[in-house]
């Protein structure tokens, strides 16, 4: 039996009768403000749970201890990928949980919840790297008890408007106004710690590649593509060279001439990549990691010898994997709709433009130069 769900809006764990949670921190990218929501709502839920780190062959011990530090407990931790510690893992969750149980198996997508069921009742279950492989709850029996399978995300579709911000609590516009702006502001500023070395290494780079005549391209879908287009604008206007290619299909024209190779035939990957020259700098912009041709286009130009930067917010994604630098945002949780996810990664945008132009010397008359409008004669209406 499966209960169908939409990718973008979950039924709340409660509703298929949990007795137990199993939630499982990807130790790569732990994700400590989502992790934290999904505890409270186990604990608000009054379900049992035990965290498990996930992931274990790719970070090191001191990773573990710090994600448990700022989770605030110790959790056992194990490889599903190398084995690494699973029999003491699987052997914890029979313990914790006695046969007659509905575990419900919780986390942020790509953190392995698939594939501890798999493991555990030996089923081939669709495991993948892509955000939304698991569309739908579903359940599997293991040793007298009931795994459930889940969406990587926890949304409680009980509470009003939770799409962009949960406003439980304000008792009018006014308060609703306030609240939206803080949580924006709050997203900017939890990503520091976690954008700061990726941004660093990201700017040396790309200051270096500028230096020898190199250009930046920048590119995304949706309103990753808006912040695509800031950046190219506001490099523009400090004398950065900058092309901007998204998925409006204005700045990607030529693709359209080539007929059969829209977006999901990786026509615009591959008109992106003929664009970036292996001197450039590929900056790609995708709140989840998964956009298709944005990853693709990360892949191709990196074949190509040009340099890769990503700005997201999940870096475990195949975005993540293309990428020689991530810049990681941490402006969620949240709903679905990722309005902080994007002001976090404008902001990073902004910085990184203004910083390079401060390295590059652009002094303020000469950005002024590159601002102002500048009269061209022109012929005048009607004489050809
Ligand atoms: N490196 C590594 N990859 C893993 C591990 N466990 C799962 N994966 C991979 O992580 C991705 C997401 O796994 P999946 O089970 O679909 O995650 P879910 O979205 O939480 O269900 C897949 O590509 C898995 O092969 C692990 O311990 N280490
Ligand atoms: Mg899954």
Redesign the pocket.
Known sequence: MSKRVTKKMVTPFETCGATGAVI?VNLYDPQIPTMRLFLEAVENANLPALLVG?????VSQEEVRRVQDELGMKFPVM???TGENVPAVVAGIEKRFPEGSRIVVL?I???????LIAKLTGKNLK???LPG??LEFEEHSWNGRVLIDTV?QVIDVNRPFMVGYDFTGCTGPAEMFEKALRLEAEGILSSIPTAKEGFLKALEAIHERLKKGGKIVTTGAGASALVAEEIAGQCYETGVPCLCITNNMAQALPVSFAKGTGEEEGGLARFIATCVEPKDVLVAISASGGTGFVYEAARLCREKGALTVAITENKDTPLGKYADIVIKSNAKPEGPSSTRIQTAHLAIGHALVCILAALRGVTAEESIGYMLPEKIATKKMGIK
């Open positions: 499982l996930n992931k274990l062959d790719l490889s599903l990928l986390g997508f790509n953190s392995g919840k698939t594939s495991i993948g790297d492989t698991t990587g």
